[in-house]
């Protein structure tokens, strides 16, 4: 079984300001990709779902495709 991308790389936080990190985490629709292909825990999926959310607000990631 495939470990949790965070966890294997011992990251505490998931920093909202990362657009790069986080765009890996989205769809082509700027959806946030389900856990179950992305292989992150629980944990680690509603952390990145709060930065994701939070870069959207700041304008860093899109809420929609253009």
């Known amino acids: 079984m495939l470990q949790c991308y965070f966890c294997s790389?011992?990251?505490k936080e998931i920093d909202y300001k990362d657009a790069g990190?986080?765009?890996r985490f989205i769809s082509g629709q700027a959806k946030i990709i389900d856990p179950k292909f992305t292989n992150t825990c629980a944990k680690h999926q509603r952390l990145l779902a709060e930065a994701i959310k939070r870069a959207r607000y700041l304008g860093l990631l899109p809420f929609t495709r253009r």
Do not use: E, I, M, Y
């Open 9 to 11: 790389q011992n990251f």
């Open 21 to 23: 990190l986080l765009r």
